[in-house]
């Protein structure tokens, strides 16, 4: 079944595959479902975020993954 809604936070910045993820997803949601993300707004790794993803960053890795402009 498709979900209504995802809430991750803290996780992006742990994989190194961003665009699966987001793609991934997308595809576990409805139509209209809902995806919250919180994430650090980063632009270097750190040892609690070794794959940092900045707010422009994941903004066009969520319409690549066929979201709404956040």
């Given at each position: 079944?498709?979900?209504?809604?995802?809430?991750?936070?803290?996780?992006?910045?742990?994989?190194?595959?961003?665009?699966?993820?987001?793609?991934?997803?997308?595809?576990?949601?409805?139509?209209a479902?809902?995806?919250?993300?919180?994430?650090?707004?980063?632009?270097?790794?750190?040892?609690?975020?070794?794959?940092?993803?900045?707010?422009?960053?994941?903004?066009?890795?969520?319409?690549?993954?066929?979201?709404?402009?956040?």
């Open positions: 079944p498709l979900l209504h809604g995802i809430v991750a936070a803290n996780v992006v910045h742990f994989v190194r595959d961003r665009a699966a993820l987001l793609a991934g997803w997308r595809g576990a949601l409805r139509p479902g809902r995806l919250v993300v919180v994430e650090y707004e980063l632009d270097r790794p750190l040892p609690w975020a070794p794959h940092p993803v900045g707010f422009s960053a994941l903004r066009q890795l969520a319409e690549a993954a066929g979201f709404a402009r956040p």
